[in-house]
């Protein structure tokens, strides 16, 4: 094993300072491709073995589960038989937040077999909360709720902030007593809970400032508001803390990550020491310079340029198409002639945009994986045969009581279920004791008594094999004695599906663990934090061009990269409306365009079907913050800029686009007839702009580029005929859309056409 000189001999001068800086508050900011995981290892294992610090005592965040078995593998390769790192605590926040519940959680009312649930579980919850509405209606609320949670908020809060009203709150507040009630935690609760034991029991904070001495971060540009919190708690007044990331790769706004948290880091540790890692280790020069041409447009990052030693590369390529099948056919075209399936990806920002790919790659014979499609344990009979398994190491586990009581059917339907959870407080909420009772009552009908008699009879017997260790023959039972295998069974020999052989992976899973309870809560933990846990069939293990969306790339990187759909409102999307948007997008362009090692693909529609109609798009305001010196272009592109005088680019566009954006004066007579949006009502004026008419023609055809002094730069997106009048529908770049009457509209037309 080489020892620690070596390790830092193989590092570059900002990567040794990082891994050598252990005295103050750590900022390491690490872009795209600059080692940022050998200097996190490394400094572990320097941590090890120079500086004495005990594996036990050492705590290392990361976002995944496979990232943190990594970190562990590689530390354990570089100290070998000096050091046993699995007493090093390497887990990801919800992790470690379901770690310190479980040793402690009894301090605010928990059980030692809480169930972890997950989106679909806790939205059953929130139903059963709420009988009188449906689930697609609940599920809204229930990423609010989540969303609230991710911000550290509690139904007690003031939630205007996100948008929550009167009525919001007082779903909030029924769920969360409904969760407390049964004795579970939703997946925000790992970090949220953990906050609550952390500044509610003091001598439990006490003892995790004693447990550890250092506390390294990963990807801290993804943390959220819940899980900052939660790290300010755990950093005592000895505690060492470094965190790592990228505020150029912070993509999960939507799910509440908030890149002030690495911005502000130096302002909430003061004396922080912030080290910046440049160099990329992963692709050419040229890519890279696409990639800082784009980045250094936002406004809220830290100063940095990526750099690398490796060839300057051939130029990225950015080709104007017709439409997505076009678009589809060139990326075929390309992968036909090298057939570099295995080393080529492309990304796109929405799942949708996979369609016209795997069309034409089915039509053409190019194997392909799709990224991101139905995980395992999300198919519907594992998660009924882990709804067994749930309910067995917690009864009062409603939702998964109620999913599992009468499916198969075994007729105790929603009467009879509310009969049966009619005797909840007589049974202190435990479900099993709720069946006894009502079956004792007599006011089940007899059909209802037999199946609840059956079910309450399995499932003592279950607990009963469980208290044996017999784990595996008790999960066969469940699933054959509740009826779920005969109920697949019929369904695979009708459908020709596998489902069957999904209950055996599920099985098969589960025998790898200790057969007993804690190897069953063991079992069901790790699948709620890392869903991937099950299943051989990850579409990343097969042979084909990966298709995948730019979210789902982080971590990984490609020999050669296309990223499809550069059209305004496909990227950046339609929500990208304020500045913050729009940064966050940009930041998503920066993660795609660095995933490439060799080479780089841009590729930018003229039409696009967007819910089944055709529709006219303006090439990306990220293709005109690349110098043009970068790219070799292919194709003609759409004209969609001012051709007057003053025009530089997309700048002048984007700021003539603010201004109408917040104007006050709205069309003029003879213009919108009919107006789709938001904004205060059309000002009349009396003057009237008469267009001439020409044989056979129409004034304004479809596509064409238009200017209005109201509304700004826009598009004519369908054109028809009332009467003996042209009528013409634009869709302006304020998201405004705006019928017309083509001879008196008040619009320029904007290049040729």
Same mark, same amino acid.
């Given at each position: ?34 080692g ?19 594996p ?8 995944t ?9 590689r ?22 937040? #379901?770690?310190?519940? $479980? ?5 605010? @009312?928990? /059980? ?6 997950? =989106? *679909? %579980? ?26 609230a ?16 009203d ?15 009630q ?42 959220? #508001?819940?899980?900052? $919190? ?5 950093? @005592?007044? /000895? ?6 990331? =990228? *505020? %150029? ?11 002030e ?23 050419t ?35 104007y ?8 056919v ?21 799942? #949708?945009?996979?369609?016209?790919f ?6 053409? /014979? ?24 749930f ?16 499916k ?9 279920q ?12 435990d ?6 009772q009502?079956?004792e ?14 079910f ?30 005969d ?8 459908n ?15 025998s ?10 063991q ?21 084909g ?12 990187e490609?020999?050669r ?5 550069l ?43 967007i ?15 690349i110098d ?6 292919q194709?003609?592109?759409?004209q ?6 003053g ?38 004026f ?21 200017y ?9 997106i ?19 859309k ?16």
């Amino acid at each position: 094993m080489p020892d620690i000189q070596t390790l830092l001999g193989q590092l570059n001068d900002a990567q040794k300072e990082a891994v050598l800086e252990n005295s103050h508050p750590l900022l390491v900011l690490a872009g795209a491709g600059s080692g940022k995981t050998r200097v996190i290892t490394t400094k572990i294992a320097y941590a090890i073995e120079e500086l004495g610090i005990s594996p036990y005592k050492i705590l290392a965040v990361t976002f995944t589960n496979k990232a943190a078995n990594e970190m562990k593998e590689r530390v354990q390769s570089m100290l070998g038989n000096r050091a046993d790192v699995s007493e090093c605590n390497i887990r990801t926040f919800h992790s470690f937040g #379901a770690w310190l519940l $479980r040793r402690f959680g009894s301090e605010i @009312g928990l /059980g030692d077999n809480f169930t972890i649930y997950d =989106d *679909d %579980d806790s939205l059953s919850l929130l139903a059963s909360c709420f009988p009188n509405y449906k689930k697609r209606e609940l599920d809204p609320i229930m990423r609010k709720i989540s969303y609230a949670k991710d911000r550290g908020l509690s139904y007690n809060d003031n939630l205007t902030s996100i948008g929550g009203d009167a009525t919001f709150k007082r779903m909030f507040e029924a769920y969360e007593r409904k969760l407390h009630q049964v004795g579970n935690v939703d997946f925000a609760d790992l970090i949220g809970r953990s906050i609550e034991l952390l500044e509610t029991k003091g001598h439990i904070l006490d003892w995790v400032h004693h447990r550890f001495s250092m506390i390294l971060v990963d990807e801290y540009q993804d943390s959220n #508001a819940a899980q900052f $919190r939660l790290l300010r708690d755990l950093v @005592g007044p /000895g505690t060492f803390i470094c965190v790592v990331g =990228d *505020d %150029d790769q912070s993509i999960y706004r939507f799910r509440g990550a908030e890149v002030e948290n690495i911005l502000n880091f130096p302002q909430q540790y003061p004396s922080t020491k912030t080290v910046k890692l440049e160099q990329n280790y992963r692709s050419t020069q040229r890519i890279l310079e696409v990639a800082n041409s784009v980045i250094q447009n936002n406004k809220g990052r830290h100063e940095k340029k990526l750099w690398t030693d490796n060839e300057q590369g051939p130029k990225p390529n950015l080709f104007y198409v017709q439409d997505e099948q076009d678009e589809a056919v060139r990326v075929a075209n390309i992968l036909g002639k090298d057939r570099l399936f295995n080393e080529s990806a492309i990304l796109y920002r929405t799942n #949708a945009q996979s369609v016209a790919f795997e069309t034409v790659f089915k039509r053409m /014979g190019i194997p392909y994986k799709v990224v991101g499609a139905l995980q395992f344990y999300a198919r519907e009979e594992v998660k009924d045969a882990l709804a067994l398994l749930f309910l067995l190491t917690n009864t009062k586990d409603e939702v998964n009581f109620k999913r599992m009581i009468n499916k198969p059917p075994r007729g105790i339907g929603p009467s009879a279920q509310d009969t049966i959870l009619g005797f909840s407080s007589s049974s202190g909420g435990d479900l099993l004791i709720m069946l006894k009772q009502a079956i004792e009552s007599g006011n089940l009908s007899t059909k209802a008594k037999a199946g609840s008699a059956h079910f309450l009879r399995m499932y003592e017997h279950a607990q009963k094999m469980l208290t044996e260790g017999e784990l595996v023959d008790c999960a066969n039972f469940l699933i054959r004695e509740s009826g779920l295998l005969d109920h697949y069974q019929e369904i695979d020999m009708q459908n020709s599906t596998g489902k069957v052989e999904n209950l055996e992976a599920l099985v098969n899973a589960l025998s790898s663990y200790d057969s007993s309870l804690e190897g069953l809560l063991q079992f069901l933990e790790q699948l709620s934090l890392d869903p991937t846990t099950l299943g051989s069939d990850d579409p990343r293990d097969k042979d084909g061009v990966t298709l995948i969306t730019m979210h789902n790339t982080k971590g990984l990187e490609f020999d050669r990269v296309f990223v499809a759909g550069l059209e305004e409102e496909v990227f950046p999307g339609r929500s990208a409306e304020s500045d913050e948007d729009t940064e966050e997008e940009r930041r998503i362009f920066y993660v795609a365009v660095t995933r490439a090692r060799k080479q780089l693909f841009l590729l930018s529609a003229r039409a696009r079907k967007i819910w089944g109609k055709t529709s006219f798009q303006h090439p990306s305001r990220f293709i005109d913050e690349i110098d043009p010196s970068l790219l070799l272009v292919q194709g003609m592109r759409a004209q969609n800029t001012f051709l007057g005088d003053g025009y530089n680019g997309f700048s002048s566009l984007q700021e003539k686009r603010k201004n109408h954006a917040t104007s006050s004066s709205w069309g003029a007579s003879g213009s919108p007839i009919i107006q789709k949006g938001f904004g205060p009502k059309a000002k009349t004026f009396s003057m009237k702009t008469v267009n001439e008419e020409k044989d056979g023609e129409p004034l304004f055809p479809l596509g064409q580029r238009v200017y209005s002094d109201s509304y700004g730069e826009g598009e004519v997106i369908a054109l028809k005929k009332s009467g003996d009048r042209e009528v013409i529908e634009v869709r302006f770049f304020n998201g405004r859309k705006a019928t017309f009457i083509s001879k008196f509209a008040q619009l320029e037309k904007i290049g040729g056409f």
